[in-house]
């Protein structure tokens, strides 16, 4: 299984950006998708939950201003992120659950200027 995490880059404070996961040699369609971030010196935060289903959860972090997507046909899972601050500024990652395992990406950096 592999998980390739691409959209990062630098954004100015209140821009956005559309993260996108693709996955590879997995059951996408039945498993749930997760977003996490890493900020520098910072433990790893979940941000966003999506399950096979479409129900999504968010931290409250970001409730409001992102929105996790995913579209089954392609394997991809999405993270639009609006209304950007500096304290977004992060590693974000994704994850896939299911069948007892547990996948992760390797990480696309996101950094917002004020």
């Known amino acids: 299984v592999q998980l390739q995490a691409s959209g990062g880059g630098l954004v100015q404070a209140g821009g956005s950006l559309r993260l996108s996961c693709a996955a590879s040699g997995s059951a996408f369609s039945i498993n749930a998708m997760y977003w996490y971030r890493q900020a520098p010196g910072k433990q790893r935060e979940l941000i966003a939950r999506i399950t096979s289903g479409g129900t999504t959860n968010y931290a409250d972090s970001v409730k409001g201003r992102f929105t996790i997507s995913r579209d089954n046909a392609k394997n991809t899972v999405y993270l639009q992120m609006n209304s950007l601050k500096p304290e977004d500024t992060a590693v974000y990652y994704c994850?896939?659950?299911?069948?007892?395992?547990?996948?992760w990406g390797k990480g696309t950096l996101v950094t917002v200027s004020s």
């Open positions: 994850n896939e659950v299911g069948g007892g395992m547990n996948y």
